[in-house]
């Protein structure tokens, strides 16, 4: 884990399977995230997020400041 900001970064790896689709649901259903022109299923948005994980395009972190567990574009930490 790293200090950014207010933010604490986590390991995809960290969380249980069952944990990590839970931040992933959560993120889905709270960002309403656009994926273009075509729609995608809860459970293709589901494994785009993870591959964003996977890949390093996108961190998990803990918010101080809201005491929550959200999901950033890595390039939201710079």
């Known amino acids: ?13 960290q969380l249980s399977e069952d944990a990590l689709n839970g931040v992933i649901e959560d993120f889905i259903s709270r960002e309403g995230t656009d994926y273009g022109m075509q729609e995608y299923s809860f459970e293709q ?6 591959n964003q994980l996977v890949s390093g395009k996108a961190v998990i972190v803990f918010d101080h400041d809201s005491q929550s567990v959200s999901i950033l574009h ?5």
Do not use: F, H, P, W
């Not at 884990?1 to 790896?13: K, L, N």
């Not at 948005?45 to 993870?50: H, I």
């Open 1 to 13: 884990m790293s200090e950014d900001y207010q933010y604490t970064s986590i390991a995809y790896t």
């Open 45 to 50: 948005k589901a494994q785009q997020v993870k």
């Open 74 to 78: 890595k390039d939201q930490l710079s």
